[in-house]
């Protein structure tokens, strides 16, 4: 079994900062991808950020310049520094992790935290 479990949602007003953690745990195999998507009511999950186990990482454009990605491999986490805060960032986020364990690749997910910008 794997977890992922995510910290560091809540409410803030727009143009603040927070910070979102994520921690794998679990039979975990080569991590090939860390990141995080979220959800607004109504709308399809779409990607916010990722980072390889290297140094690459992947931005929406939606949240380039004001969020920043980054991964601990030797502590299998990902977390994500969220500032200048818009209301259209309000949305349940979540951690993902592609990991290749006994050469099967499995993609797992995070239970979300709610992000809330108010405006």
């Known amino acids: 079994q794997v977890q992922l479990v995510e910290s560091g949602g809540g409410l803030v007003q727009a143009g603040g900062s927070l910070r979102l953690s994520c921690a794998a745990s679990?039979?975990?195999?080569?991590?090939?991808?860390m990141g995080w998507y979220r959800q607004a009511p109504g709308k399809q999950r779409e990607l916010v950020a990722s980072a390889t186990s290297g140094t690459s990482t992947n931005y929406a454009d939606s949240v380039k310049g004001r969020f920043t990605i980054s991964r601990d491999n030797a502590k299998n986490t990902v977390n994500l520094e969220m500032d200048s805060l818009k209301p259209e960032d309000t949305a349940v986020y979540y951690c993902?992790?592609?990991?290749?364990?006994?050469?099967?690749?499995?993609?797992?997910w995070g239970r979300g935290t709610q992000v809330t910008v108010s405006s």
């Open positions: 679990g039979r975990l195999g080569r991590i090939v991808v």
């Open positions: 993902n992790m592609r990991q290749i364990l006994a050469g099967t690749e499995y993609n797992n």
